[in-house]
């Protein structure tokens, strides 16, 4: 499983875009978005570094990958 601090998110919205973008490179990526720990799950990949640069094109800061 990865782990992301992400910076930014806020509400629903926010939690959507984030699993759009962490999708996009992995479809079938299960994710979790904690907006109180500022915190994102990602289960069934392994591509770090693809899934970070997607978070922050999204809009969002990634703060440790």
Known sequence: MLRFQVQGMTCGHCVQSVTKAVQAVEA?????VDLA???????????????????RAAGYEVLAA
Do not use: F, L, Y
């Open 28 to 32: 079938k990526a299960q994710v979790q």
């Open 37 to 55: 720990s500022k915190s994102v799950s990602v289960e069934g990949s392994d591509r770090k570094d693809a899934i970070a640069e997607a978070i």
